[in-house]
């Protein structure tokens, strides 16, 4: 099993550049999360899905957007890149809502 | 807004030394996990308590969870380099399908 595996690892965008963070995995947990760590920081949840066709908001969702078409992949679309947004992004997954699985992270400079 | 609280948020100590890193909140949780993170990668689950007063032993390290469910305690017996990293607290309630995350505790070991 690969478990969660995020793409890119790294990328750097100009400000008001657009792209997608792809997340998936191969565990077939229903539950999937985005968060950003910022330097020295816990992590901040911005999205997350209980299962293919739902999701909803975290704590942090403005300036992203994500969608859930199977069980495996979630991936996050950020429009309109600010340099706010500049962070570590982690995906994570579980069979339970606490019990997560966490990706390498994408690390993303806005400049 | 439920907040969980760790402490220290930094914490350098020579190898063979003993620790303890507290997570408080006025919350009651139905389950608290900790996590651990390497520089440079996603956060790694160590262990979940869902009962108050439990404690978990894992090698060195031995996690209690407060009786009334709001506060938990990680203790490093022996400490050794490679228990260098950031511990996370973070904790569940039924109502929501979020974890609640603590700030971190950077821990250094230094040899």
């Known amino acids: 099993n690969a478990g969660v595996t995020q793409t890119p690892k790294f990328r750097i965008l100009k400000i008001g550049q657009s792209m997608t963070l792809q997340c998936a995995q191969d565990?077939?947990?229903?539950?999937m999360y985005w968060y950003r760590q910022d330097p020295g920081m816990g992590l901040k949840l911005i999205y997350y899905s209980v299962g293919a066709g739902i999701t909803d908001k975290g704590e942090v969702p403005n300036g992203y957007n994500v969608s859930r078409s199977t069980t495996e992949d979630f991936p996050l679309r950020l429009e309109l890149a600010a340099p706010s947004q500049t962070s570590v992004y982690f995906c994570?997954?579980?069979?339970?809502?606490?019990?997560?699985?966490f990706g390498p992270g994408t690390r993303l400079t806005v400049t | 807004t439920q907040l969980l609280e760790q402490s220290p948020q930094f914490l350098s100590i020579q190898e063979g030394e003993n620790l303890t890193v507290y997570c408080n909140s006025s919350?009651?949780?139905?389950?608290l996990q900790w996590y651990r993170q390497e520089p440079g990668e996603g956060p790694v689950l160590l262990v979940t308590?869902?009962?108050g007063g439990e404690v978990k032993k894992l090698k060195r390290l031995t996690f209690q969870f407060g009786d009334a469910r709001k506060d938990s305690s990680l203790h490093i017996t022996a400490a050794q380099p490679g228990d260098t990293g950031l511990y996370l607290c973070?904790?569940?309630?039924?109502?929501?399908?979020?974890?609640?995350w603590g700030a971190g505790t950077k821990l250094i070991i230094k040899p």
């Open positions: 994570a997954s579980s069979f339970t809502p606490y019990e997560q699985y």
């Open positions: 919350s009651v949780f139905s389950s």
């Open positions: 973070a904790g569940f309630m039924d109502s929501n399908y979020q974890l609640i």
């Open positions: 308590v869902v009962t």
């Open positions: 565990m077939n947990h229903n539950y």
